[in-house]
């Protein structure tokens, strides 16, 4: 990361207008030589941060949740298959043939640390303002959220990668251990779940960072490391401050009216896109998932360019209501229902937006149901059977439930032992998590990589390396100290 990049991203990027899914938005342009002086110069510069989150007016290339990295982890799993001809790098993802010079992990090294970049300088920065102190720790801590889950995710996809924690780092900064990475991610949620709030008075804060969310990524920092009481605690952390439940119908889960509802514990939110102006301020869960079939019903640009593998439809049980959520296998042409390949339609709320164009739908990072599997999976691993049982359940029960009434199927689990279990709860992550980015990070953790996929794409054999992505080739070019990924010498 070369310090001209720093000062590029302030210029260009900073001191614009921050993404309108944040409430609190100074509009005013400033420059760098009279910024982070003012409360609302503290506050415009951590909407910054969040604005790299989602949509396209931050750069050339869209946000960290905008397509890529979640496209990513499905492909590169026994989720996703791709259709999208033009993209070779998604090819490469979903028959584990990518190389450094996949465009693709660019995209993702370079939105994850501009992202950390201006997480820095605020985090720098912002104390020196003489402001409000309990807006000023909160937004700090905000900040520190934000690089956290940037670290984390960096931290699953590469390995090794170089940490940057402060304003202006070296030019050419070498790697760091994981260990040392995932230190920092604790060290920044340590901090952050001190001062961020439960929630937010509703309409001031919708989509920031939360207590509950920097317990939940710790959860999932913990369990990824296999510390399962700590990922237990952690869990029981989110609980004991009631702000969260899942809705009764799996149904109202993205349903636009819904967003920031009482499931999402952090989602990226994306905004209400008005057609083609501000295209890429919105969501492309449409574009990319939704069948071309559908133009019959009048849809416009749903293109299909990822698709789920028949294995993943084919798991669910009948009468599991997620499927029929989930997925598309149906077009009505002019009163005739035709049969499709299945296709994923969960992020498509039919009645708010029937042309199914760009999406203002969130896109869930963390949701209730991830932090009650978490929980599961921990105490499984604690030998604390009947908590596992209980908590995978309580996802089971949910996904009976038709929208009207609970159908007598998908039957409580008892008795399983400790590797059914783990199993078990393996496949309900599959099944209820389908599109949300998780799948190939599941895989890994649990040393099911390599089978799962060949199950779900025949001839498909990920190799040992493929727990981890190479670095790309342009940051080892530019940088003599970063090494490639050992894996992929």
């Given at each position: 990361m070369k310090k001209s990049l720093l000062y590029i991203i302030i210029v260009s990027v900073l001191f614009t207008s921050c993404s309108k899914f944040l409430q609190e938005d100074p509009k005013h342009l400033v420059t760098i030589e009279n910024y982070y002086q003012t409360e609302a110069d503290a506050v415009s510069a951590v909407n910054s941060i969040y604005a790299y989150l989602n949509s396209i007016s931050t750069g050339s290339t869209a946000g960290v949740y905008h397509s890529t990295f979640w496209v990513m982890a499905g492909l590169a799993s026994d989720e996703l298959l791709n259709q999208q001809f033009f993209s070779p790098q998604y090819d490469q993802f979903a028959t584990f043939t990518y190389t450094p010079f996949n465009s693709g992990l660019e995209e993702v090294w370079d939105r994850h640390y501009k992202t950390i970049t201006l997480a820095n300088i605020a985090i720098e920065r912002i104390p020196k303002i003489n402001m409000n102190p309990a807006l000023r720790d909160r937004l700090v801590g905000e900040a520190r959220f934000l690089r956290a889950l940037m670290y984390f995710n960096l931290v699953r996809v590469f390995g090794e990668v170089p940490l940057l924690l402060n304003e202006v780092e070296d030019l050419y900064p070498s790697k760091v251990s994981t260990a040392a990475i995932y230190t920092a991610i604790e060290n920044d949620l340590n901090l952050a779940k001190d001062v961020l709030p439960k929630n937010y008075v509703i309409g001031s804060g919708k989509g920031r960072a939360t207590k509950g969310a920097a317990w939940a990524l710790r959860a999932k920092m913990h369990l990824?490391?296999?510390?399962?009481?700590?990922?237990?605690?952690?869990?029981?952390?989110?609980?004991?401050?009631?702000?969260?439940?899942?809705?009764?119908?799996?149904?109202?889960?993205?349903?636009?009216?819904?967003?920031?509802?009482?499931?999402?514990?952090?989602?990226?939110?994306?905004?209400?896109?008005?057609?083609?102006?501000?295209?890429?301020?919105?969501?492309?869960?449409?574009?990319?998932?939704?069948?071309?079939?559908?133009?019959?019903?009048?849809?416009?640009?749903?293109?299909?360019?990822?698709?789920?593998?028949?294995?993943?439809?084919?798991?669910?049980?009948?009468?599991?209501?997620?499927?029929?959520?989930?997925?598309?296998?149906?077009?009505?042409?002019?009163?005739?229902?035709?049969?499709?390949?299945?296709?994923?339609?969960k992020y498509w709320d039919r009645a708010a937006e029937p042309k199914g164009n760009e999406s203002s739908n969130d896109f869930p990072v963390i949701r209730y149901a991830d932090v009650l599997l978490t929980y599961a999976e921990a105490n499984n691993e604690l030998d604390n059977a009947g908590v596992a049982h209980d908590y995978i359940n309580k996802i089971r029960k949910r996904a009976r439930f038709n929208g009207v009434t609970e159908l007598p199927?998908?039957?409580?689990?008892?008795?399983?032992?400790?590797?059914?279990?783990?199993?078990?709860?393996?496949?309900?992550?599959?099944?209820?998590?389908?599109?949300?980015?998780?799948?190939?990070?599941?895989?890994?953790?649990?040393?099911?990589?390599?089978?799962?996929?060949?199950?779900?794409?025949?001839?498909?054999?990920?190799?040992?390396?493929?727990?981890?992505?190479?670095?790309?080739?342009?940051?080892?070019?530019?940088?003599?100290n970063l090494k490639q990924n050992d894996l992929y010498k």
């Open positions: 990824t490391k296999g510390e399962w009481k700590k990922a237990s605690d952690a869990c029981e952390e989110v609980f004991s401050l009631n702000e969260y439940a899942l809705w009764d119908d799996f149904g109202d889960v993205f349903k636009l009216a819904n967003r920031n509802g009482k499931e999402a514990v952090f989602s990226v939110g994306f905004g209400d896109a008005n057609g083609a102006l501000i295209f890429w301020e919105a969501g492309q869960f449409q574009v990319r998932l939704l069948p071309p079939a559908l133009s019959v019903e009048g849809v416009v640009n749903a293109q299909g360019w990822q698709v789920p593998t028949l294995h993943l439809y084919n798991s669910y049980e009948s009468g599991d209501r997620r499927r029929e959520v989930t997925f598309i296998s149906e077009v009505n042409n002019n009163g005739t229902i035709e049969t499709i390949r299945p296709h994923i339609q199927v998908l039957a409580d689990l008892s008795g399983l032992n400790k590797d059914q279990m783990r199993e078990a709860i393996l496949k309900e992550r599959y099944l209820e998590f389908v599109a949300e980015g998780h799948r190939f990070f599941d895989l890994v953790r649990t040393g099911q990589l390599a089978t799962k996929v060949p199950l779900a794409k025949p001839g498909v054999n990920p190799a040992p390396r493929h727990v981890y992505f190479p670095l790309p080739l342009r940051e080892t070019d530019i940088n003599p």
